[in-house]
């Protein structure tokens, strides 16, 4: 059974920067694609980042890119996803998927994380 696990959400200031993890146990994390999502209140879900397998290839949303930065340690079967400079208009729930394929479709991942939240103060 696939277990993801995230860490790493609280309040960080506008501006300022804050690392999430994502731990995944259950299945052979070096054969999966792995990507980030997020969800705000009263929103849909959205796509943020995703990686490939070995880390060679990235895809990052519109607004995000230049600010976070997606990566993986296939030894530690994590995933982290740096945000640097978040702003006011990105709390949410921040969930990593794990899937097949670098997409930035939410259908492409079989298997999801709890979530955890991520508050910006401005």
């Known amino acids: 059974q696939v277990q993801l696990v995230e860490s790493g959400g609280g309040l960080v200031q506008a501006g300022g920067s804050l690392r999430l993890s994502c731990a995944a146990s259950?299945?052979?994390?070096?054969?999966?694609?792995m990507g980030w999502f997020r969800q705000a209140p009263g929103k849909e879900r959205e796509f943020v980042a995703t990686?490939?397998?070995?880390?060679?290839?990235?895809l990052y949303a519109d607004s995000v890119k230049g600010r976070f930065t997606i990566s993986r340690d296939n030894a530690k079967n994590t995933v982290y996803l740096q945000m640097n400079s978040p702003n006011v208009e990105e709390p949410a729930v921040y969930y990593c998927?794990?899937?097949?394929?670098?997409?930035?479709?939410?259908?492409?991942?079989?298997?999801w994380g709890q979530g955890t939240q991520v508050t910006v103060s401005s």
């Open positions: 259950g299945r052979a994390f070096s054969s999966y694609t």
């Open positions: 990686i490939s397998r070995t880390g060679d290839s990235t």
């Open positions: 998927a794990m899937g097949i394929g670098v997409t930035d479709r939410d259908y492409g991942y079989d298997y």
